[in-house]
T-cell receptor, first 113, second 113 residues
Framework: SQQGEEDPQALSIQEGENATMNCSYK?????LQWYRQNSGRGLVHLIL?????REKHSGRLRVTLDTSKKSSSLLITASRAADTASYFC?????????????FGSGTRLQVQP | NAGVTQTPKFQVLKTGQSMTLQCAQD?????MSWYRQDPGMGLRLIHY???????DQGEVPNGYNVSRSTTEDFPLRLLSAAPSQTSVYFC????????????FGQGTRLTVV
């Protein structure tokens, strides 16, 4: 089963607006990562936040992590049409013993020009 | 620096045929993994490797074999293709498993008829 679940599954906004995507996970983690996937392409890493961090910024991206609620959010500010993509959260779940990431099902973001 | 290279990009197989999906990375990463992506399912881990000579099963390993004879290469073998294996396959590599960002190949779109 998926460790992370994104919400919403799909999001459509106008250029210039902010986009917020949420991720919930089930077990304790060392870190949580966000990835972006353009249609028909591989995933590209956006940002990594460790379990002892609460907030992290990278350009127009802001990620928060609440380990007590087992949730994270990705905020994209001042969105652009080029931000249209699917966004996935990924965790290295401590309970599986696997040294590999477990991905959620993703949020499809459409930014209308 | 090519990153992670997957071949082929597209493949059509008949049920029962076997084939090998190739994955190579030139970043000297110890960790490599294979995922499959189905519509609405996100990425699911098939097999992964923490170094040459070491492989382990992921979430959905049945019907697939892997080996890791060198640091650079991590091929995925389909032993007897089934329609349920129709999917997009992604190979990823990273420096330290789930603790660092993963780099993904562009994917192999496999159709089993």
């Amino acid at each position: 089963s998926q460790q992370g679940e994104e919400d919403p599954q799909a999001l459509s906004i106008q250029e210039g607006e902010n986009a917020t995507m949420n991720c919930s996970y089930k077990t304790s983690i060392n870190n949580l990562q966000w990835y972006r996937q353009n249609s028909g392409r591989g995933l590209v890493h956006l940002i990594l936040i460790r379990s002892n961090e609460r907030e992290k910024h990278s350009g127009r991206l802001r990620v928060t992590l609440d380990t007590s609620k087992k949730s994270s959010s990705l905020l994209i500010t001042a969105s652009r049409a080029a931000d249209t993509a699917s966004y996935f959260c990924a965790t290295d779940a401590m309970d599986t013993g696997r040294r590999a990431l477990t991905f959620g099902s993703g949020t499809r973001l459409q930014v209308q020009p | 620096n090519a990153g992670v290279t997957q071949t082929p990009k597209f493949q059509v197989l008949k049920t029962g045929q076997s084939m090998t999906l190739q994955c190579a990375q030139d970043m000297n990463h110890e960790y490599m993994s294979w995922y499959r992506q189905d519509p609405g399912m996100g990425l699911r881990l098939i097999h992964y490797s923490v170094g040459a000579g070491i492989t382990d099963q992921g979430e959905v390993p049945n019907g697939y074999n892997v080996s890791r004879s060198t640091t650079e290469d991590f091929p995925l073998r389909l032993l007897s293709a089934a329609p349920s294996q129709t999917s997009v396959y992604f190979c990823a590599s990273s420096y330290a498993g789930g603790d660092t960002e993963a780099f993904f190949g562009q994917g192999t779109r496999l159709t089993v008829v």
